[in-house]
């Protein structure tokens, strides 16, 4: 197992005073493995985007260890902590692309700070935009680009220092799905390829699903719970994560086919075989035709996690369950009283 290189001991951070106080982070615990993409996940105001910015003291907490890389962040000297800062790339929802320079003088700029000869950078960023495949896109301005380009030029740009770790705030919220995709693929080859540790900040479950190894969840300030996306997935803890997860009830109109039913199970698949095979072997094997009436599934890695609603007539449901409960990876309960 790889050791950590970002520990989180104990932050908080508070802003303003007295009744106007703020409560952002209250005692969050996270430690993040070399070479892993890790998310940090909650709703709206949960704390993730001050989390983030506690990692590269851009916020600095009220209290607790900020440990990048075996560096304790908080007794570094500025001068100290701006040469830090250049190993923890970060790259946000609004791109922050300066719009007065091409795409490659956008990613020359933080060589430039350096103190990186011209020539070595303008190199340095050719090799960058070849990496996230925008070669013929050098000469371009912020403006001729497309909301996906501009994001993977401040992916190149992120990358011109050479960092260890890359933070990324929301950083697909302002792209369409498959633009999305696209940027969450490059991301995931940049972390094999380079081998950069990756904190993914989100508030859309399928981003997490999508990359990461092992998620934490924020909820309201707090670690409502963290450990590997697939146990997450398939027994969520936390009321917040059952939130995230399993969204509560189903749809009215999904519910209403449900009259008639007989019997009403709730089956709960954590990480076998998906559920089309599941229904179709009930038919031929038990002759009981399911009727699904809701389902919140996903594949990960081509194993199944979620909870699927399903309608049994009475005749033949106790044949039904037992078969379920027989299968592997799944567990199955009545659910009392149904209505719909």
């Known amino acids: 197992m790889a050791e950590p290189i970002i520990q989180l001991k104990h932050l908080t951070k508070r802003f303003g005073g007295g009744e106007n106080e703020v409560r952002a982070l209250e005692d969050v615990s996270i430690e993040v493995r070399a070479g892993e993409i890790f998310g940090v996940i909650g709703l709206s105001g949960a704390g993730k985007s001050t989390l983030v910015r506690c990692i590269n ?27 830090a800062r ?37 190199r340095r960023a050719g090799e960058l935009l070849e990496l996230v495949d925008l070669a013929g896109r050098a000469g371009a301005y912020p403006a001729q680009l497309s909301g996906g380009q501009k994001q993977r030029v401040a992916i190149a740009r992120t990358l011109a220092t050479n960092p260890r770790v890359l933070l990324c705030d929301e950083a697909t919220s302002a792209l369409d799905p498959k633009t ?7 991301i995931q080859d940049i972390n ?16 997490i699903e999508e990359i990461c190894a092992r998620v934490a969840i924020l909820d309201h300030g707090h670690l409502a719970e963290t450990g590997t996306v ?12 059952r939130r995230l997860v399993y969204p509560d009830g189903v749809p009215e109109e999904v519910l209403s086919s449900a009259a008639g039913q007989d019997r009403v199970i709730r089956v709960a698949f954590n990480g076998g075989t998906s559920y089309q ?24 890695d081509g194993r199944a996690f979620g909870t699927m609603l399903l309608g049994l007539p009475r005749e033949g449901a ?21 209505h719909g």
Request: with cysteine; proline share 4%; hydrophobic share 45%.
């Open 230 to 241: 697939e146990e997450i997935f398939a027994s969520p803890s936390s009321e917040a994560g």
């Open 277 to 300: 095979p599941l229904i179709a072997t009930l038919a031929i094997d038990c002759g009981v035709k399911a009727n699904i009436l809701g389902a919140d599934t996903r594949n990960i």
């Open 192 to 207: 094999k390829r380079l081998g950069i540790t990756v904190v993914v900040i989100t508030h859309e479950m399928k981003v």
């Open 57 to 83: 003291l851009l916020e600095r907490p009220t209290a607790g260890e900020v440990i990048v890389d075996g560096r304790d962040m908080l007794r570094l000297t500025e001068k100290e902590l701006r040469r």
């Open 180 to 186: 999305t995709r696209d940027i969450l693929r490059l």
């Open 86 to 122: 250049q190993s923890i790339g970060m790259i946000f929802q609004s791109f922050n692309l300066l719009m007065q320079r091409t795409a490659l003088d956008n990613i020359c700029f933080p060589l430039e700070l350096a103190g990186t000869p011209r020539r070595e950078a303008v």
């Open 318 to 338: 106790g044949k039904a369950m037992a078969y379920i409960r027989a299968q592997k990876d799944i567990t199955v309960e009545e659910v009392p009283d149904y």
